[in-house]
């Protein structure tokens, strides 16, 4: 799949009638693929779309913890349109989730999880990310498991909100969900990015590709 980046949403042309979860077909109103720039630095992965997201097609879109992760990438110059948009002006960042649908009464099970991780997988060998900000517990584990060397039990998103973990190949900064982030803990996350990632030469963490 090769992205002509003419669209922010879907960029890679991925399947958009995805009927491999039959405990999702019939409860989602669309699949979410992931929404950004196709050359970004940054990757922001969350669990699974939120029903805002849902409603705008676009992952990290809507009120509350949509419009709060959007707040935080406009802060760091990521994102240049307001909060609140539906289809947010971005650049060096792409925005996705671990799973692509959303069910309204439960959150994704292990085997959707699974499921949905070659497109996870696609779009972080196309994208080639520096930082991966992993949003939420589940988020956390999954990436961190299969990109770090730690056991699954070591990890927990509230004690490493706004840290660094060294990846394969890239760094995880993890970040709390974004319903439940305090206006201090949004603010450390932004300190952690300006002061110990933005700040330095991230791009240390493997050999960039030239763009």
Do not use: W
Request: net charge negative; hydrophobic share 35%.
């Amino acid at each position: 799949m090769d992205a002509t980046q003419e669209e922010f949403a879907n960029p890679f042309g991925m399947d958009v009638d995805c009927e491999n979860c039959e405990g999702l077909c019939d409860a989602r109103d669309r699949v979410i693929h992931g929404y950004g720039d196709v050359g970004a630095e940054f990757l922001v992965v969350g669990e699974r779309p939120t029903a805002a997201a849902e409603g705008n097609g676009v992952p990290f879109t809507g009120a509350g913890g949509g419009e709060r992760v959007q707040s935080i990438f406009a802060d760091l110059g990521f994102v240049r349109s307001s909060p609140g948009a539906a289809e947010p002006d971005v650049q060096n960042v792409f925005f996705t989730n671990l799973t692509r649908c959303r069910h309204p009464d439960r959150a994704p099970t292990d085997e959707e999880v699974t499921t949905c991780e070659p497109f996870l997988n696609a779009e972080i060998r196309m994208i080639n990310p520096q930082i991966i900000v992993a949003v939420g517990d589940r988020a956390l584990r999954e990436l961190a498991v299969a990109y770090t060397t730690r056991q699954p039990d070591s990890f927990d998103v509230e004690s490493e909100h706004a840290t660094t973990i060294r990846g394969r190949g890239f760094e995880i900064v993890p970040m709390r969900e974004p319903d439940s982030m305090t206006d201090d803990e949004a603010a450390a996350f932004l300190d952690h990015m300006r002061e110990n990632v933005l700040s330095r030469d991230y791009r240390q963490t493997k050999g960039r590709r030239s763009r």
